[in-house]
């Protein structure tokens, strides 16, 4: 770095001074995801209160045992594998756009589906039944 405060401005020689030096690095922004983006704009829009609202609803369904096979059975054809709203729309053949799937917008999604691996792992491990028709 060079000491400028003993020099007119005649004798500063501005090809020494590299240009972060003059004008600090742009950062670059994050590349987030859809939901990323979403849960950040929630927090600083409501707060960490919208996930304190959230939370007891999660805290039971989480706790849900499942101890019976026919509400194993029912929570599985309940609960989807995938995101039903996930698709490419099509028109004559060629993909127009595609809608991304939306359920992780839901702030219950980790919990409904691991109601729904909880309910598969019942009716496979305890009942020893097939579930390839859940898959």
């Not at 491990?125 to 028709?133: A, K, L, R, V, Y």
């Given at each position: 770095m060079v000491d400028a405060t003993h020099y007119t401005a005649q004798q500063i020689n501005l090809g020494e001074f590299t240009p972060h030096l003059i004008t600090p690095p742009m950062p670059q922004p994050e590349q987030l995801s859809v939901g990323q983006t979403?849960?950040?704009l929630l927090r600083?829009?409501?707060?960490?209160?919208?996930t304190a609202l959230?939370?007891?609803i999660k805290t039971w369904?989480?706790?849900?045992?499942?101890?019976?096979a026919a509400f194993a059975h029912w929570l599985c054809a309940l609960i989807p594998a995938q995101c039903p709203?996930?698709?490419?729309?099509?028109?004559?053949?060629?993909?127009?756009?595609h809608i991304?799937?939306?359920?992780?917008?839901?702030?219950?999604?980790e919990q409904?589906?691991?109601?729904?691996?909880?309910a598969l792992c019942y009716l496979?491990?305890?009942?020893?039944?097939?579930?390839?028709?859940y898959c």
């Open positions: 979403l849960k950040r600083r829009w409501v707060g960490k209160s919208l959230f939370q007891p369904l989480d706790a849900i045992e499942i101890q019976d709203f996930e698709r490419d729309v099509q028109v004559l053949g060629k993909v127009l756009f991304p799937p939306l359920c992780k917008l839901n702030p219950f999604y409904v589906v691991y109601l729904r691996f909880r496979a491990d305890d009942c020893g039944e097939d579930i390839s028709q």
